[in-house]
């Protein structure tokens, strides 16, 4: 370093450094960074690599004009660039973390989102339905007058007429609270070939937002219908099981359902879908709902059978 350097090659020392410093990447784990973030904007790439290429042409041509006598002067500025260097280095690896944080906020909106409008859609069902039941005491009047009259013709026909036009569909969740009714009947209504059991025992009103019970049933339901959905595609018997209980201030689920193939990588369960991109977020979604109201989640799978219980402690 103290000596006048004589460089027949400095594209061979650039070289070496770019490997020097895909090698650290390789041994600290941060390579899977490249992978993931193909779509970053050349303007992050441009910043993230201008400052260690200019660097190390300022060191290159300090040492070629430097005085050997000025040990201090060369010592600082050695230093100087490689706290640049460092520091640029970690301007990379944040913005990374940033771009994904964003991401997943994005997906995560948008998801939310849908789940909303689908919220919606079912209370405008349900709507619909209590506009039924509300006139069916008139319905029940009339029906009557008929029969007293004797015009039974006329009371069959009016009697099929009120049938066509509710649906007699037996509804798998009757708890009062009309959030939890909504996802779960939708979600699991027109489910053929499988064995469903609905356990569900909670007040009509939580202390818990709509949102937060929308995002964690809608993401966990969709996961447990598409593994079943998978094994009635093999001809293989399926089955779903879903308890949600609240007690001492609780909120207990537990869903249980058939499976064919898990993604487990280092402890952690990621979407078997071929198309990867936007998937896989369900579980961190209700991670992340769980978290806030301070609960546990666990995940275990064992011969066939996939099972997801929460605890929310209510507020």
Known sequence: MFKAQELHSIYLIICVRAVVYIVSLILSGKKN?????????????????????ASLFVIIMFLNIANVTEHKQILFVVSVLIMINLVSFQLYNYT????????????????????LQQLRIIQADNAKMSLIRHDIKNHLFALKSLYEKGDIDSFKEYFNCILSNIDMEEK???????????MINYKLKGVANTDISVDVCIPEKLDISDMDITVILG?????????????NEHGEESMLHLNLNYTK??????????????NLVQGNFLTTKKDKKGHGLGLESVKEVVSKYDGVLQINCDKGVFIVEAVLYCR
């Open 33 to 53: 960074n490249l992978i993931k973030y193909k779509n970053i904007s050349i303007g992050y790439w441009t910043g993230v690599i201008s400052i260690p290429i």
């Open 96 to 115: 990374l973390t940033m771009l994904q944080e964003k991401n997943k906020k994005i997906i995560l909106q948008k998801q939310n989102s849908s789940y």
């Open 172 to 182: 798998l969740c009757n708890s009062g609270n009309i959030i939890v009714d909504s």
């Open 219 to 231: 993401n966990l339901l969709d996961n447990a219908l598409r593994a079943i959905k998978e094994v």
């Open 249 to 262: 201030g609780r909120l207990i689920l537990r869903i249980e359902n058939s499976y064919l193939n898990v």
